[in-house]
């Protein structure tokens, strides 16, 4: 069975300041992993994703994150928060005898203070 | 064009009545997924359709039901037996069924109230 935990349910930053959420996984397999954003009442949406190729993953809007295989993390950075970045994120992981199916998270509420 | 779409984005409806939720996509994808998200949790999968005319129990199917009778359209029905239905519905969909690195693609959600 796959796991996913992310350790903060909360994140409070000021504006222009560095962004870090915090995702470890657990599988038997060589997963995927994606982080996606959901904004307040919307549909989530496709930040990143890593699929074994290379460990640091570059997305949308600034983010990126590094898949740590011995570390069995991958955590979401940017280095300067806005103010539109205040959202709901979730670290999600797929593969293995899940296939296709994806496990998430618990979630990782970011506040973005001016 | 191109998306998933979820109506209506706000639903209520009295205890002990069945209710179906609509999810229609674009995208030509092969594979469609329900899931649930309650309050300050995850997303848990309720069902998935890896092709037409088929489709699987996902962890939490209890008191639900779905039909895939086109590629386009994967609707929900949250009948009188499920406990507890209050929640935000989502809808996705993905190019394939048979890879783990294939992302999802989200509809905008239904918000269901049931009192």
């Known amino acids: 069975a796959q796991s996913v935990t992310q350790l903060d349910s909360h994140v409070s930053v000021s504006e222009g300041t560095p962004v870090l959420l915090r995702c470890n996984y657990s599988?038997?397999?060589?997963?995927?992993l994606f982080w996606y954003v959901q904004h307040p009442n919307k549909g989530l949406q496709l930040l990143l994703k890593?699929?074994?190729?290379?460990?640091l993953v570059k997305g949308i809007n600034g983010f990126e994150a590094e898949f740590k295989k011995s570390e069995t993390s991958f955590h979401l950075t940017k280095p300067s928060a806005h103010m539109s970045d205040a959202a709901e994120y979730f670290c999600?992981?797929?593969?293995?005898?899940?296939?296709?199916?994806?496990?998430f998270g618990g979630g990782t509420r970011v506040l973005v203070k001016p | 064009d191109g998306g998933i779409t979820q109506s209506p984005k706000y639903l209520f409806r009295k205890e002990g009545q069945n209710v179906t939720l609509s999810c229609e996509q674009n995208?030509?994808?092969?594979?469609m997924y329900w899931y649930r998200q309650d309050p300050g949790q995850g997303l848990r999968l309720i069902y998935y359709?890896?092709?037409?005319?088929?489709?699987q129990k996902g962890d939490i199917a209890e008191g639900y039901s779905v039909s895939r009778e086109k590629k386009e359209s994967f609707p929900l029905t949250v009948t009188s037996a499920q406990k507890n239905p209050t929640a935000f519905y989502l809808c996705?969909?993905?190019?394939?069924?048979?890879?783990?690195?294939?992302?999802?693609?989200f509809g905008p959600g239904t918000r269901l109230t049931v009192t």
């Open positions: 996705a969909s993905s190019t394939s069924s048979g890879g783990s690195s294939y992302e999802q693609y």
């Open positions: 599988s038997s397999y060589s997963p995927s």
């Open positions: 890593y699929t074994s190729a290379a460990t």
């Open positions: 999600v992981v797929s593969g293995g005898a899940a296939g296709n199916k994806l496990t």
């Open positions: 995208l030509n994808h092969d594979a």
């Open positions: 359709s890896q092709i037409v005319n088929d489709f």
